[in-house]
């Protein structure tokens, strides 16, 4: 069988935030890029669909931001979380120092697709999707490009390096062997669609009660809605049967009693795992991870894209100028792993605490920790400015370089 070739200066594995990201910075800066995603198309919606402050402060370094909002979106300037029937400002953007003071709440396909039109402006710059890369290619020990099949066929891509996006299950990360630092995470999150009215406007994000937790995204015509449990229990709750699931949702956000019904078969309910995790080193001679690739994230806070993002920006801030010459010296893809580890690292670290912390407690019903945000929160209201910073902006975060 014939295979297809094609030889580029970079070449990204998986087309998501990090990797959509990193071939449109690549490719405005000159840098040949070759994006492979196993997918047909940026469709798929169990994904998040937060676009935080910093993420739009980068559209606007990039002068895309006013582009960008013309695509509908919802803007949640404020994060607030039922406590049972009292309601909790928990993040207020309003104070950070930057352009959009609030989260966009945006469907994922949306943003990639506004990314990637952007990118394909650029002759350098190509997507090519339905193609799912399964080996590496290496010479003398150094990795040289990746190979992936397709509905065509098998193609071979030799590249100065192979920057593997491909997500939390990346496959790069297991064919260099490199090895995965485990957090443990006791949670998994049942994902649906709940249709609402357009006109009811529920802002709130997180609702907990009585050893139940849910988040719910607005999506104008229905909610998005992650339903958290203890990992592995999701068997016992399909026993107790759909009335209970339904009336359990209902018990957490009144406001759905009249469209919980929608909820017709289990088949309607997602299991998603969660995983938080890091690789000990990102990189191999010709090869670096980024994004969920390096530092899969918890859904809590709602920072795994921005995260995805950041590392894009500083990968390509660090290696655009070194990429069109040659292999990537190895002490560039160190320095990289050395900028964006600890963002990541100190985030996984309070999504840790806030598993084991209120998460996990609510769950197994000895929530008394829960009491202290809550009070602090509500006597001292400025302190929401201090979540808002960590949520909205991230550790270290990233700028453009012109
Ligand atoms: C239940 C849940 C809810 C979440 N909600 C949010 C949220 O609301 N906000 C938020 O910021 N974060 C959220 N996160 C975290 C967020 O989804 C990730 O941190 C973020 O998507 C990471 O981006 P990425 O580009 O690194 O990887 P991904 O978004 O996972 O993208 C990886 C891409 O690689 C492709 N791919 C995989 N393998 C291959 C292969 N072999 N060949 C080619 N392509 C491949 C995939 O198809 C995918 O398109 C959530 C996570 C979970 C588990």
Same mark, same amino acid.
């Given at each position: 069988?014939?295979?297809?070739?094609? #030889?580029?200066?970079?070449?990204?594995t998986?087309?998501?935030?990090?990797?959509?990201?990193?071939?449109?910075?690549?490719?405005?800066?000159?840098?040949?890029?070759?994006?492979?995603?196993?997918?047909?198309?940026?469709?798929?919606?169990f994904?998040?669909?937060?676009?935080?402050?910093?993420?739009?402060?980068?559209?606007?370094?990039?002068?895309?931001?006013?582009? @960008?909002?013309?695509?509908?979106?919802?803007?949640?300037?404020?994060?607030?979380?039922?406590?049972?029937?009292?309601a909790?400002?928990?993040?207020?953007f309003?104070?950070l120092?930057?352009?959009?003071?609030?989260?966009?709440?945006?469907?994922?396909?949306?943003?990639?697709?506004?990314?990637?039109?952007?990118?394909?402006k650029?002759?350098? @710059?190509?997507?090519?999707?339905?193609? !799912?890369?399964n080996?590496?290619?290496?010479?003398?020990?150094?990795?040289? +490009?990746?190979?992936?099949?397709?509905?065509?066929?098998e193609?071979?891509?030799?590249?100065n390096?192979?920057?593997?996006?491909?997500?939390?299950?990346?496959?790069?990360?297991?064919?260099?062997?490199?090895?995965?630092? !485990?957090?443990g995470?006791?949670?998994?999150? &049942?994902?649906?669609?709940?249709?609402?009215d357009?006109?009811?406007? !529920?802002?709130?994000?997180?609702?907990?009660?009585?050893?139940?937790?849910?988040?719910?995204?607005?999506?104008?015509?229905? @909610?998005?809605?992650?339903?958290?449990?203890?990992?592995?229990?999701?068997?016992?709750?399909?026993?107790?049967?759909?009335?209970? @699931?339904?009336?359990?949702i209902?018990?957490?956000?009144?406001?759905?009693? &009249?469209?919980?019904?929608s909820?017709?078969?289990?088949?309607?309910?997602?299991? &998603?795992?969660?995983?938080?995790?890091?690789?000990?080193?990102?990189?191999l001679?010709?090869?670096?991870c980024?994004?969920?690739?390096?530092?899969?994230?918890?859904?809590?806070?709602?920072v +795994?894209?921005?995260?995805?993002?950041q590392d894009?920006?500083?990968?390509?801030?660090?290696?655009?100028?070194a990429?069109?010459k040659?292999?990537?010296?190895?002490?560039?893809? #160190?320095?990289?792993?050395?900028?964006?580890?600890? =963002?990541?690292?100190?985030?996984?670290?309070?999504?840790?605490?806030?598993?084991?912390?209120?998460?996990? =407690?609510?769950?197994?019903?000895?929530? #008394?920790?829960?009491?202290?945000?809550?009070?602090?929160?509500?006597?001292?209201?400025? &302190?929401?400015?201090?979540?808002a910073?960590i949520? +909205?902006? +991230?550790f270290?975060?990233?700028?453009?370089?012109?």
């Amino acid at each position: 069988m014939m295979v297809e070739k094609i #030889k580029c200066d970079c070449c990204i594995t998986g087309g998501g935030p990090a990797g959509v990201m990193l071939g449109y910075l690549l490719a405005r800066a000159g840098v040949e890029v070759v994006i492979l995603e196993k997918h047909k198309d940026f469709f798929r919606d169990f994904r998040g669909d937060t676009i935080h402050p910093s993420a739009l402060q980068l559209m606007h370094e990039l002068d895309l931001l006013d582009q @960008f909002l013309k695509i509908p979106h919802q803007k949640l300037p404020r994060l607030k979380i039922n406590f049972g029937n009292k309601a909790v400002k928990v993040c207020d953007f309003s104070h950070l120092p930057v352009q959009c003071k609030y989260i966009a709440l945006m469907p994922q396909w949306d943003f990639l697709n506004f990314l990637a039109e952007q990118g394909s402006k650029f002759k350098q @710059f190509r997507i090519i999707k339905e193609a !799912e890369v399964n080996d590496l290619i290496k010479e003398n020990g150094i990795v040289t +490009g990746v190979k992936a099949k397709t509905p065509q066929g098998e193609i071979n891509v030799y590249t100065n390096l192979v920057v593997g996006a491909d997500g939390r299950s990346s496959v790069i990360r297991q064919l260099a062997d490199l090895k995965v630092v !485990e957090s443990g995470v006791p949670i998994d999150v &049942l994902w649906l669609h709940i249709p609402k009215d357009p006109a009811l406007i !529920e802002q709130s994000l997180g609702y907990i009660n009585n050893n139940k937790m849910m988040v719910l995204t607005d999506r104008a015509t229905y @909610f998005q809605c992650g339903y958290i449990i203890p990992k592995g229990k999701f068997e016992e709750i399909k026993r107790q049967g759909l009335e209970n @699931f339904r009336a359990n949702i209902i018990s957490l956000a009144p406001a759905l009693n &009249l469209n919980v019904s929608s909820i017709a078969t289990w088949d309607d309910i997602k299991l &998603l795992t969660v995983q938080i995790n890091h690789l000990q080193q990102w990189y191999l001679p010709g090869l670096i991870c980024i994004g969920d690739a390096a530092h899969a994230m918890s859904p809590v806070g709602g920072v +795994g894209i921005n995260l995805a993002i950041q590392d894009a920006v500083a990968t390509a801030n660090l290696l655009s100028e070194a990429l069109p010459k040659g292999p990537v010296p190895v002490e560039l893809l #160190k320095q990289l792993q050395q900028r964006r580890a600890r =963002p990541a690292q100190w985030i996984q670290n309070i999504q840790v605490i806030i598993h084991n912390r209120i998460v996990n =407690p609510n769950l197994n019903r000895t929530n #008394k920790w829960m009491a202290i945000p809550l009070w602090l929160f509500r006597i001292f209201p400025f &302190l929401t400015r201090i979540p808002a910073r960590i949520v +909205g902006m +991230g550790f270290r975060p990233e700028h453009v370089q012109k």
